[in-house]
């Protein structure tokens, strides 16, 4: 009963801001600035919601984010300006470039059993080594930009004149990697990933299959992306080793945990609400007071951690626990 | 029928450094028995039940499971050939709820459509279903008990190893606990093999004992010859010159 209750309330939540966010190009249409302000919120929206898979529903502290961000964006990028193939196929391609390196790294990291703050330094090591790597391989990346060639209007090279069609392009991602997080959350591999998460050892005596199931975690992770990597460099119109970025990655790790680790919709709720804070006041308050957006963004950030460590998002879940404290409390007077 | 054999260990040895945690074990367990392990601390039960799961690889010996070599399989393939255990040290499963725990055990034989019926049916024999909503972190130590229990036999294994389920229990806890065994052990054929320190349930409960002593299996034989025999007795309690002597000194 309450579990019905509770989906209905995330459905209309997520109705609601999906009514609202197509409208969104009406109101700052006028602006392309700002509607590159909140695509940017949205492509963080999009990578934590991503994220959720591998760090909220399985438990991995995963700090590779932009690690597959880059690699999507470099393989469409790349076939784009030196075979003038598309970016929506190349985009594809991108995410499945990301996968096999995440196969790659993924399969010698479960198989020895790395796992928590091990995990986490092993791929915040990743995206690092990646940054040198295309740094200096100059056929593909090196210490330029490369600029991906100019057109006012052309759909096969998805370059547009404005940004609002890259905003409905990132918001389709969103609703797809939403999709994913969700049906993923209500399925066997949801509940075997959540079980792991809390307990590998218990999980795998109970004949969960630890190494695929975060195996297959992490190549939904990948290709989600991998794919938004592509549509990204499309965005900026450039491609730098420096989409490689360490910090970003951990940025959005965060995200997933002060949204709330495992719900569908927090790393979204949490995106929305700190990045689009910090997007908002570093275009408002930059001019003035530069470095403030990051003194507000740091406060609201350790207040979330303070009053609410399991997350944003749990505001709108509601558990009947009256029932079991009294259990608890039988429990010891006995 | 009754007398096949389902599981087997021969001469199965584990070592950890110096010590000897199991040694040579030679044990077989006959299916819808209801089998004791008992032993003083430190005796190697708990390091035997690693080795029956896959959670540990012995270094000498061998497992046999219905006639299938289990010695280095994983932990997950030989829950899906019928063998699951519950921990000393319950671990749960905090974020979840009860019926998701549950659940989670209960995909090993089942698909997305039969799954629930499962549930439901182990939440209904192990009479959690007043607190099925409730997160396994709220939980009191006997019913988080009760759900590793319910959550292991929804896997549907043919053996069940329990690890000091009956720890921490109070006197009626455990009654209760122990017909819930029985019962589970007499409607499903499940093969229980305990590990108890609480000898009230192990006498009550258990069609046949094996003793474990420094990594030996020293006795072996029904709870009324285990009771009266010598080495048990001074594997427990010492030998009597021994006793006697730090008596009067």
Same mark, same amino acid.
């Given at each position: ?150 057109? =006012? ?8 004149? =404005? ?23 209500? =399925? ?109 963004? =740091? ?36 | ?249």
């Amino acid at each position: 009963m309450n579990r019905k209750k509770n989906h209905n309330l995330e459905n209309l939540l997520l109705l609601f801001f999906l009514v609202i966010a197509l409208f969104v190009p009406l109101i700052f249409g006028s602006n392309q600035y700002n509607i590159l302000l909140v695509t940017t919120v949205l492509i963080y929206g999009v990578m934590a919601t991503s994220w959720n898979i591998i760090g909220g529903l399985a438990g991995q502290l995963d700090l590779a984010s932009f690690a597959y961000l880059g690699l999507g964006a470099f393989t469409s990028s790349t076939l784009f300006i030196r075979f003038n193939f598309t970016p929506w196929i190349g985009m594809i391609l991108g995410g499945l470039v990301a996968v096999a390196f995440a196969l790659l790294i993924g399969f010698p990291l479960f198989r020895f059993r790395i796992r928590e703050v091990w995990y986490a330094l092993t791929t915040c090591a990743l995206v690092e080594i990646l940054k040198v790597v295309f740094n200096m391989w100059e056929e593909v990346g090196g210490p330029v930009e490369r600029f991906l060639p100019y057109f =006012s209007g052309s759909l096969y090279h998805m370059r547009f004149g =404005s940004y609002v069609p890259y905003y409905y392009l990132i918001l389709g991602m969103l609703v797809i990697a939403l999709l994913v997080n969700s049906r993923i959350a209500r =399925s066997k591999l949801g509940f075997y990933l959540k079980a792991l998460g809390e307990d590998e050892t218990a999980a795998e005596v109970l004949g969960v299959n630890t190494r695929a199931c975060k195996l297959r975690a992490l190549v939904y992770y990948a290709f989600l992306i991998g794919v938004t990597g592509a549509i990204y460099a499309n965005i900026y119109g450039y491609v730098h080793p420096s989409f490689f970025n360490g910090q970003e990655s951990i940025k959005i790790a965060i995200l997933g945990i002060v949204g709330g680790r495992g719900i569908t919709y927090g790393p979204l709720l949490a995106a929305l609400l700190l990045v689009g804070t910090q997007e908002f006041l570093r275009a408002s308050l930059g001019g003035e007071v530069s470095g403030l957006y990051l003194v507000i963004y =740091s406060v609201i950030l350790i207040l979330v951690v303070l009053f609410k460590p399991s997350g944003i998002a749990t505001f709108f879940q509601y558990r009947n626990k009256k029932p079991a404290k009294q259990e608890v409390k039988k429990k010891s007077v006995v | 029928m009754l007398s096949e054999q389902i599981l087997k260990t021969s001469k199965l040895t584990k070592r950890f450094g110096n010590l000897t945690a199991v040694n040579q074990v030679d044990l077989e367990i006959k299916k819808e028995e209801i089998i004791g392990l008992i032993g003083p601390n430190g005796a190697g039960k708990t390091t035997f039940f690693n080795l029956i799961t896959g959670l540990e690889i012995p270094d000498e010996g061998q497992v046999i499971f219905k006639g299938t070599n289990i010695t280095t399989m994983s932990p997950h393939a030989i829950c899906k050939l019928g063998i699951s255990r519950t921990f000393q040290v319950a671990k749960s499963f905090t974020e979840m709820s009860v019926e998701e725990a549950i659940r989670v055990g209960a995909y090993n034989r089942r698909g997305e459509e039969e799954v629930q019926n499962k549930v439901d049916w182990a939440l209904e024999f192990f009479e959690l279903e007043d607190i099925r909503d409730y997160k396994c972190s709220d939980l009191g130590l006997s019913s988080l008990r009760k759900v590793e229990v319910a959550r292991a036999a929804a896997t549907e294994p043919e053996l069940l190893l329990l690890d000091e389920v009956g720890a921490g229990l109070t006197a009626t806890e455990l009654l209760k606990l122990m017909s819930e065994l029985k019962r589970l052990n007499e409607e499903t054929k499940i093969t229980l093999c305990v590990v108890e320190h609480v000898m009230q349930m192990v006498m009550g409960l258990c069609e046949r004992i094996f003793v474990l002593d420094a990594g030996e299996l020293i006795a072996k034989g029904i709870p009324s010859e285990i009771s009266n025999n010598q080495r048990v007795i001074e594997a427990y309690l010492g030998r009597r010159s021994y006793s006697e002597s730090s008596s009067t000194g």
